[in-house]
């Protein structure tokens, strides 16, 4: 609470008082922890990237390399230059989509070629995994943002492959509710601890297991797809057994496809 005294004047502009002011500064207060807190975790992360690129560029400089060592260096400056720019983009857009300043084009997008899409970008870079999409029993209409909802499906079948073990299963199924459409991704991978996750749509927040520690993310991926599902009036849901595998539920409100009445005409000959 901010206490201050505020003079009071009168028409001819005469103090004709003083009055104590009380004002509620809880939100200004958050708002100022939550810049300030996102701003060192952000120059935390942005740091350790940037030192691998740094270091391996001094290496590269400095010595003379056989050219399989140079083949090497490269390859980690690029994947960690990759991983900057991963890091960027997820903080830029988590920064726009909490601060309401992200806008969304919203239209009538079927789910369905969506998904597929996805699942076939996936394929072509992943074939060790078998990723399969179950027909629809009804229309998978909803209205929504296309890229935004493209963006939520690569973040969740991206996350199913990550964190599953070569030749695992990914597959996406729906449910069509009569006022709700479903898109459900499940895995067979390392599954998800229970005490974690109630933590799993935080920003930041990775599970730090041995067996995950080489996989490499922003912790910011969910956080992303949480917001955007927000804005659709949805909701994403998740149900995990460790060393089983995960199931992650995008719950969306379904686009009432009203058909159009034909008018029937009769034409007199
Ligand atoms: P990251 O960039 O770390 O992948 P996310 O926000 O996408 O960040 O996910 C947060 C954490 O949740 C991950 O670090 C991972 O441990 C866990 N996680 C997410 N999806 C899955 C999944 N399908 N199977 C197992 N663990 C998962």
């Known amino acids: 609470i901010q206490v201050y005294y505020e003079k009071i004047h009168d028409a001819r502009d005469h103090v004709v008082g003083t009055m104590l002011v009380h004002r509620d500064i809880t939100r200004e207060y958050e708002v100022d922890q939550m810049k300030s807190e996102f701003v060192s975790t952000v120059s935390h992360e942005l740091r350790t990237p940037l030192s691998s690129v740094l270091g391996f560029t ?5 010595k003379e390399l056989k050219p399989d060592r140079q083949h090497k260096y490269l390859t980690t400056i690029h994947k960690e230059a990759k ?3 991963q890091l960027i983009n997820d903080f830029l857009d988590i920064q726009r989509m909490e601060s309401g ?3 969304y084009d919203m239209a009538d997008v079927e789910m369905l070629p969506i998904v597929q899409e996805v699942m076939e970008s996936f394929t072509m870079n992943y074939t060790k995994h078998t990723l399969r ?4 029993a009804a229309s998978t209409f909803v209205r929504g943002d296309a890229d935004k909802l493209k963006q939520v499906l690569v973040n969740l079948i991206g996350n199913a492959v990550k964190y599953s073990p070569e030749g695992g299963e990914v597959t996406v199924e729906f449910r069509c509710l009569p006022k709700t459409l479903v898109v459900i991704i499940r895995d067979q991978g390392l599954g998800i601890p229970r005490d974690a996750l109630s933590k799993l749509f935080s920003k930041f927040y990775r599970i730090d297991n041995s067996d995950r520690r080489k996989i490499g993310g922003t912790g910011l991926g969910l956080a992303i797809c949480k917001e955007i599902v927000k804005a659709h009036d949805g909701e994403i849901t998740v149900q995990s057994e460790l060393g089983i595998g995960s199931m992650f539920s995008i719950h969306l409100p379904r686009q009432d496809v009203t058909v159009p009445v034909l008018a029937a005409y009769s034409e007199v000959a």
Not at 58 to 62: A, R, S, V, Y
Not at 133 to 136: G, I, K
């Open 58 to 62: 001094e290496l590269m400089l400095n």
């Open 133 to 136: 999409v179950v027909p629809p």
């Open 101 to 103: 300043r992200q806008s």
């Open 83 to 85: 991983r900057l720019t």
